[in-house]
């Protein structure tokens, strides 16, 4: 993979895992404002009769709304986050093969320069062992020769 695709692979990773962001928070908002918006119809309902018995059976009635309301909107929150952490479980295989495909070119360029470092490395001792050949060659042409 060139350095071109992987940058473009990591923009599309980042901005697909913000829009994730992004669109759980605003679905999580709505959520509330919706629900804020149904409590508040039912709690502020006028009283329809001034008399006790009547007040605490429509009391009670807007309880019972009430608690059905929570109900509701606490399964909708659990279904919405379960298909969230659907959504964020895929987005981290996304990222870790990501990751292991940049681990993989990153093993591969020191493997690279490894072998650079090594055929260097290789060619200098070869060429200081020619120059300890050439000295003792004239070291010892110079001793015979005397």
């Known amino acids: 993979m060139s350095n071109e695709q992987q940058t473009k ?28 918006k149904s409590s508040y119809e039912i709690a502020s309902r006028p009283y329809t009769s001034t008399a006790v018995e009547a007040t605490y059976r429509e009391n009670l009635d807007r309880a019972g709304q009430l608690v059905e309301l929570n109900v509701a909107a606490a399964q909708k929150s659990g279904a919405e986050l379960a298909s969230l952490a659907e959504k964020f479980a895929k987005q981290a295989a996304a990222w870790q093969e ?5 681990m993989r070119g990153l093993f591969r360029t020191g493997l690279s320069n490894l072998a650079f470092v090594k055929d260097a490395a290789d060619q200098t001792y070869e060429g200081f062992a020619k120059r300890v050949e050439d000295i003792q060659t004239r070291a010892t042409a110079g001793v015979s020769q005397n």
């Open 9 to 36: 692979s990591y923009l599309d990773l980042v901005s697909s895992t913000y829009g994730l962001l992004v669109e759980a928070a605003a679905n999580a908002n709505h959520r509330m404002l919706e629900h804020l």
């Open 98 to 102: 990501s990751y292991v495909e940049t």
